[in-house]
């Protein structure tokens, strides 16, 4: 099974709103991830929260874990046409550090 | 200066054949990756090397060698092709870490898209 569930698969919304997208995870972690993929390119790195962490920020990028639960979202804040993309998160487990497991995304489109 | 560079950035081949992408990092990162995107979207980590050493193999199949010449560089190789390995393959590299460590950010190359006819 899969390390990292993110949902909604897709989301649309209009500029200017916030954007939520959830990750859940199965196992015990060390860190999770934040990563965005523009339509043919790499990932790039957005944030990252350590498993004693409960939330951090990054610019209009906010994101929460909670470890009892084993999920994590990541909230956009007044969301611009540029914010479109696919979001991944990842997980770096406990038990088999040295990689991240990726979950399999939210593409997000924001309408001008 | 592009920090993870990958080549050729699209592949387009025979079954059968035989090819290699090439990954190159200058960020001075010990450890280096392999992940393979499918249609789907879903990043599936291949292989990794740190300093030269293989520390993930992920039941990769045979056909897929991974080599490291150096640490700045870690170069994949594809035997008799099918047309399951179409994909995107991405290289990636990560600060100094080793087996059982906690992994850090990665920096991604723009992907190298193989389509297999």
């Known amino acids: 099974s899969q390390q990292g569930e993110e949902d909604p698969q897709a989301l649309s919304i209009q500029e200017g709103e916030n954007a939520t997208m959830n990750c859940s995870y199965k196992?015990?972690?060390?860190?999770l991830q934040w990563y965005r993929q523009n339509s043919g390119r790499g990932l790039v790195h957005l944030i990252l929260?350590?498993?004693?962490?409960r939330e951090k920020h990054s610019g209009r990028l906010r994101v929460t874990l909670d470890t009892s639960k084993k999920s994590s979202s990541l909230l956009i804040t007044a969301s611009r046409a540029a914010d479109t993309a696919s979001y991944f998160c990842?997980?770096?487990?406990?038990?088999?550090?040295?990689?991240?497991?990726f979950g399999e995304g939210t593409q997000l489109t924001v309408n001008p | 200066d592009t920090a993870v560079s990958q080549t050729p950035k699209y592949l387009v081949t025979q079954m059968g054949n035989d090819k290699s992408i090439k990954c190159e990092q200058n960020?001075?990162?010990?450890?280096m990756y392999w992940y393979k995107q499918d249609s789907k979207k879903f990043l599936k980590i291949m292989f990794s090397?740190?300093?030269?050493?293989?520390?993930i193999n992920e039941t990769v199949p045979n056909r897929f060698s991974p080599k490291s010449p150096d640490k700045a560089h870690l170069n994949l190789h594809i035997n008799s092709l099918e047309l399951g390995d179409s994909a995107v393959y991405f290289c990636?590299?990560?600060?100094?870490?080793?087996?059982?460590?906690?992994?850090?950010?990665?920096?991604f190359g723009e992907g190298s898209r193989l389509t297999v006819l």
């Open positions: 990636a590299s990560s600060q100094g870490l080793r087996v059982g460590f906690v992994t850090g950010e990665l920096f």
């Open positions: 196992t015990s972690i060390n860190n």
């Open positions: 929260i350590r498993s004693n962490e």
């Open positions: 990842a997980t770096d487990k406990e038990t088999s550090g040295s990689r991240l497991t």
């Open positions: 960020l001075g990162h010990d450890t």
């Open positions: 090397y740190n300093n030269k050493e293989l520390i």
